[in-house]
T-cell receptor, first 112, second 111 residues
Framework: ETGVTQSPTHLIKTRGQQVTLRCSSQ?????VSWYQQALGQGPQFIFQ???????GRGNFPPRFSGLQFPNYSSELNVNALELDDSALYLC???????????FGSGTRLTVV | GIQVEQSPPDLILQEGANSTLRCNFS?????LQWFHQNPWGQLINLFY???GTKQNGRLSATTVATERYSLLYISSSQTTDSGVYFC?????????????FGKGTLLTVNP
């Protein structure tokens, strides 16, 4: 079975630009969550998608948005990038009704 | 929201030594997972253990939900065990299964 895959692995953007990160969930998993991990910190919950709808959100501004597609893959979009958005962005998937999450390898975003 | 505290923050061991990592949480949970983050950033799921005890090779974990703590045991440590270990919990009654992570324990195993 395939795991959670994320793309790209690394990305450098300029302050004010927009970025889209992509995630393919593990086979059979219909719930996708996104996390932001700043250097030296634990991951922080951004939001979760289930059945193509946002199912919960952490303390992140509206410029962080997402999508889930019918095949359960997902995108994270960040507008008006700020220097503090530099972080590792992690995607996690799980089957609905099961609480164990599988994480991808992440996208390391650097905003300059 | 729920608070998660991990201890110790840093741990240095010689290869072959045993260790215990602790995770305390402030409220009832319906989900508790231990992860190992490798140098490339990937979070590897070690255990899903909201209660009870599990073992997988040299690793084992115990969660005492009524006392709000979990322990991760690493026996006969190897250099490949180095990395950051995270405890993450999901609050009981939460509808979106959000995980709240601790700050992690940085484990260094020297040869």
């Amino acid at each position: 079975e395939t795991g959670v895959t994320q793309s790209p692995t690394h990305l450098i953007k300029t302050r004010g630009q927009q970025v889209t990160l992509r995630c393919s969930s593990q086979s059979g998993h219909n719930t996708v969550s996104w996390y932001q991990q700043a250097l030296g910190q634990g991951p922080q919950f951004i939001f979760q998608y289930y059945r193509e709808e946002e199912n919960g959100r952490g303390n992140f501004p509206p410029r962080f948005s997402g999508l889930q597609f019918p095949n359960y893959s997902s995108e994270l979009n960040v507008n008006a990038l700020e220097l503090d958005d530099s972080a590792l962005y992690l995607c996690a998937s799980s089957p609905q009704g099961y609480y164990g999450y599988t994480f991808g390898s992440g996208t390391r975003l650097t905003v300059v | 929201g729920i608070q998660v505290e991990q201890s110790p923050p840093d741990l240095i061991l010689q290869e072959g030594a045993n260790s215990t990592l602790r995770c305390n949480f402030s409220d009832s949970v319906n989900n508790l997972q231990w992860f190992h983050q490798n140098p490339w950033g990937q979070l590897i799921n070690l255990f899903y253990i909201p209660s009870g005890t599990k073992q997988n090779g040299r690793l084992s974990a115990t969660t005492v939900a009524t006392e709000r703590y979990s322990l991760l045991y690493i026996s006969s440590s190897q250099t490949t065990d180095s990395g950051v270990y995270f405890c993450a919990v999901g609050e009981s009654g939460g509808s979106n299964y959000k995980l709240t992570f601790g700050k992690g324990t940085l484990l260094t195993v020297n040869p």
